[in-house]
């Protein structure tokens, strides 16, 4: 649930820090893995737009490569 992110078990308000530092780790991963997943989309775009201008289409083996060598080397490239 959502709002297990921002719970804590103590009760006074000594815990707010923790529950910030958590909800901000959240939110990053959150962003981190939409930005993954736009990106992904994007590279799958430009590689069919790019042979179809040419006159040509994708095969699987063409797309598994894709997903095994370029994505995975922008992603790495991304985190950092």
Do not use: N, W
Not at 21 to 33: A, N, Q, T
């Amino acid at each position: 649930s959502m709002a297990s992110h921002f719970t804590s078990s103590t009760q006074d308000i000594t815990c707010i820090p923790e529950i910030l530092r958590e909800g901000k780790c959240s939110l990053v991963c959150s962003i981190s893995c939409f930005k993954a997943m736009i990106m992904y989309s994007f590279v799958q775009f430009l590689s069919v737009v790019y042979l179809i201008s040419v006159h040509s289409y994708l095969y699987d083996s063409q797309f598994l490569s894709a997903d095994i060598l370029i994505v995975p080397a922008l992603q790495l490239f991304m985190a950092y």
